[in-house]
C-alpha cells in the first residue's frame, strides 16, 4: 500500500504521523512500499490557508494526485492509504483518479 498524509506546514511532526502510521499498518498486517507527504502552508502563498485542503475534491494538489498514482502503479499497490479522514467524496474521486481503492487510516483500522 502507499501511504499518504497532508500536514498542515504548522505542524512539524509530521514525519512521526507518518512512521506511527506505517507501523500501525505493519502490525495489521500491511506492508508500505511508499509514503508520500503533502504539506500546505509551507510557501508564503500557503500560509493563510493552510488548514485547509488544496482540493475538496482530492485533499491534494493535482500533481500530487499523479505523484501518488505513480507510486503505485510502480510499486503494484493494492491500496492508498490516507492519514487524513476522508469524505465520501475525496474516497470516491480519489479511487477513480488512482485506480485503485483510497481510504482513510481510521476506516480502514476502525478505529478513530
Do not use: C, W
Amino acid at each position: 500500500m502507499v501511504l499518504v498524509g497532508f500536514f498542515s506546514g504548522k505542524q512539524k511532526d509530521y514525519e512521526t504521523v507518518m512512521a506511527e502510521a506505517a507501523a500501525r499498518l505493519a502490525a495489521d498486517g500491511g506492508r508500505v512500499v511508499a509514503r508520500i507527504v503533502q504539506r500546505r502552508g509551507v510557501s508564503d502563498g500557503g500560509v493563510r490557508k493552510m488548514s485547509l485542503p488544496f482540493s475538496s475534491r482530492t485533499l491534494l494538489r493535482q500533481g500530487k494526485v499523479r505523484e501518488v498514482a505513480h507510486a503505485a502503479d510502480r510499486t503494484d499497490a493494492d491500496v492508498v492509504v490516507f492519514t487524513n479522514s476522508l469524505t465520501e467524496h475525496q474516497r470516491l474521486s480519489l479511487t477513480a483518479l488512482l485506480g485503485r481503492p483510497a481510504v482513510g487510516l481510521a476506516d480502514l483500522l476502525g478505529s478513530g
